[in-house]
């Protein structure tokens, strides 16, 4: 276990925004996780769980315990001659599992390639790509009570997923740290090629392999999207709004061109980056934090950003989408004082 005082969090967070916090604590078990928890400065104490900071803004110092997994086991708990269960480690960093499951030939995670973050937070978050979402091949999530210490086990249904979401960020919020992810892959993999240009891109190749899948999206990603390495950003800042079909059509008839994706009976999922370009937001600066060129939805750390850079561009686009298309956005983002 290692326990740090005030540490700097600026290689912790893919903001890269500078911001400390008065303990950083990392454990290598469960039964370590279990003492970390048991510690005076952890117990009753203001302290926060984080993955590879992908999905994070450090609004001030943190004044409390940082707690990182470095949990990486990985193994085979169970296979037939069709699928492969496997048992991650939350402290695996998720484009590493995700290429190691390309190289063995089990498919389920392909479309998830090239996405920041560790595997514990992508059971909680759901992260999602290409018409793929991390609950379409998880199985169950291991995690730890931070009050009673006894280990719970969740199947998929008890996460109770939706998009971006799980039961980890709503009802249980802050009650359970992972420890473990349990997913199902397949032996003999079934692609999906359906969403946004990813087809096209593939449409040279017969018969795409997993890894063809895997190349063409990290070729995607790494057109539109930032790398958080050189520049500061946590990737979507927004989550894509749902709204009633009925608001939709109305918006539609003044904006034929609006996208849409299905999201059940009576919604549609918008995309948050189209509402954004099309109030002018592209390219646009407050203080040191930008809206990237190539990606409206995608807010940067341009030239020394502070925190409240960030925050105050992010209240002025959800303002100006609000007075020109009725929708309110809310941020994927989770902010953290
Ligand atoms: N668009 C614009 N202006 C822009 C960017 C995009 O008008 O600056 C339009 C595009 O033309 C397109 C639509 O907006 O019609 C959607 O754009 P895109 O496919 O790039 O983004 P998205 O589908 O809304 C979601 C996820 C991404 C994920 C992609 C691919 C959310 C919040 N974001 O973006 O996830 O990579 O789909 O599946 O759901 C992330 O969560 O950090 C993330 C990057």
Known sequence: MIIERNFSLLQHHTFHIPATADYFIEYESVEELKEVLSLPIVKGNKFLQIGGGSNLLFTQDYHGAILHSAIRSIGVVSETAEEVIIKVGAGIVWDDLVAYSVKMGWGGLENLSNIPGEVGASAIQNIGAYGRE????????????????????????????????????????????????????????????????????????????????????????????????????????????????????????????????????????????????RCGWKGKAEGGAAVYEKQCLVLINQDHAKAQDVLSLAEKITISVKNRFGITIHPEVNFID
Not at 211 to 221: E, H
Not at 268 to 276: E, G, S
Request: aromatic share 10%; glycine share 6%; hydrophobic share 40%.
């Open 134 to 277: 991390a609950k379409d091949t998880i199985e169950q999530v291991e995690c730890i009570d931070v009050e009673s210490l006894c280990m719970r086990v969740f199947d998929n249904a008890e996460c109770m997923y939706g998009y971006r979401s799980s039961i980890f960020k709503k009802e249980m919020k802050g009650r359970f740290i992972v420890t473990a992810v349990f997913f199902r892959l397949q032996k003999k993999p079934i692609l999906h090629l359906e969403y946004g240009n990813l087809s096209t891109v593939l449409s040279s190749l017969k018969e795409p392999s997993l890894q063809d899948v895997r190349d063409a999206v990290i070729k995607i990603r790494s057109e539109k999207l930032p790398d958080p390495d050189l520049v500061g950003n946590a990737g979507s800042f927004f989550m894509n709004p749902i709204i009633p079909v009925g608001q939709y059509e109305k918006i539609k008839a003044d904006y034929p061109d609006i996208p849409s994706y299905p999201a059940g009976p009576g919604q549609i999922k918008v995309p948050a980056a189209w509402l954004i370009d």
